[in-house]
């Protein structure tokens, strides 16, 4: 049964009501009566109470409570938030005078210009400059930059940094003077919100005891957050038609998932999976869409700044795209216009040197290429 809520001016009217049709004479309710005072009295109470018994009825279901509440509610299912996870990237550290090596240790940290973001060095044996005896990397005497890897001390989008936020060294390094990253800092992600934890949640519950695709799938998304798959049904991992085989392929948004996510994801898989049935976690096979077009801009702003602005837009709308999104042609011109109020018109619009269409099958993911705007 649904509560009927009522305000104050309802409460006192009701209660005002009730009182005056159990009377045999005309009560005195008037504003300062000593009864009215008694009615409003009651009434503040009754909203008080109202609102305890809102607040319980939304802790005591997953689509009404927040937050902490909703945490606990969950867990009784064995079910839990994903956490957030730390943005990473590479950052160039230089110095002035490359006469003599410098070493840069590991978790080193440097920070944003504003000192609001922090960044510690990581590891990296595959670095030229990796130096596993010094626990560190190291720029050998005459060279001037070495680039290295970081990752944000504080999990979180926050420190999804653009190209050439980095600027300070937190810790000093000797025959160290500079440090930039040249690049964007990505995959800073923040503890998952509560609507995507509650449609998790309900497809978990749904997909329980069940080798269905969407046990697979919540299977999956469970691994951590930022995860895009397809699930191909009764195929090889070759395309060809396998009965009671499926392939998964995932993609973590880089185009190319470490090993080890696609290790977590095939152990999740395997936890799901229809006894009898076969499977296989790859990643996406890439597609580059190589983009090149010619733009009218307003002659009163600067047309490198629009072209910049519009190479910009062409490159994140490709690298948001999907496993199995298509790009269509057309597409290009849109987002050409959409880029800048200062384009008037879009010409000689070519994708992959042609104007047709560039699709991408289920396990195939679209990237940008050379994007060519004059």
Do not use: C
């Amino acid at each position: 049964m649904q509560l009927q809520l009522q305000n104050f001016s309802t409460m006192v009217q009701n209660a005002a009501a009730a009182v005056q049709g159990a009377a045999s004479q005309l009560i005195d309710l008037t504003i300062g009566s000593t009864l009215r005072a008694i009615l409003e009295a009651n009434a503040s109470i009754g909203l008080w109470m109202q609102w305890l018994i809102v607040q319980v009825l939304a802790t005591t279901r997953a689509a009404t409570s927040n937050g902490a509440d909703l945490d606990s509610f969950v867990a009784d299912f064995s079910f839990s938030r994903l956490p957030a996870s730390n943005a990473s990237g590479l950052v160039q550290v230089s110095r002035f005078t490359p006469t003599q090596a410098a070493l840069i240790p590991l978790a080193a940290t440097v920070r944003t210009a504003d000192g609001s973001q922090s960044f510690a060095v990581t590891s990296d044996t595959t670095n030229p400059a990796w130096s596993a005896t010094q626990n560190g990397y190291v720029a050998g005497a005459g060279i001037a930059s070495i680039t290295v890897p970081v990752q944000a001390l504080i999990a979180g989008s926050a420190a999804n940094v653009q190209a050439g936020a980095i600027t300070q060294l937190a810790t000093a390094i000797a025959g160290i003077d500079t440090v930039m990253n040249p690049a964007p800092l990505a995959g800073g992600l923040d503890a998952e919100s509560d609507t995507a934890l509650r449609a998790r949640f309900s497809l978990y519950l749904a997909s329980r005891a069940r080798g269905t695709p969407n046990a697979i799938g919540e299977a999956i998304l469970a691994v951590r957050q930022g995860l895009d798959y397809t699930l191909q049904e009764n195929t090889a991992p070759d395309g060809s038609v396998r009965v009671g085989s499926f392939v998964v392929t995932v993609d973590d948004g880089s185009g190319s998932p470490a090993s080890a996510l696609l290790a977590s994801v095939a152990a999740a898989v395997e936890s799901m999976r229809p006894i009898g049935s076969l499977y296989t976690v790859q990643a996406p096979a890439l597609l580059t869409a190589n983009m090149s077009l010619a733009i009218a801009t307003n002659p009163a702003v600067n047309h490198l700044t629009i072209t910049a602005n519009v190479t910009q837009a062409l490159t994140l709308a490709i690298s948001a795209l999907t496993i199995g999104a298509g790009l269509p042609w057309s597409k290009l011109t849109q987002l050409a216009y959409e880029a800048d109020p200062n384009v008037t018109n879009v010409s000689n619009v070519l994708l992959n040197g042609g104007t047709g269409d560039l699709s991408a099958t289920a396990s195939q993911l679209i990237r940008p290429g050379t994007v060519l705007v004059a």
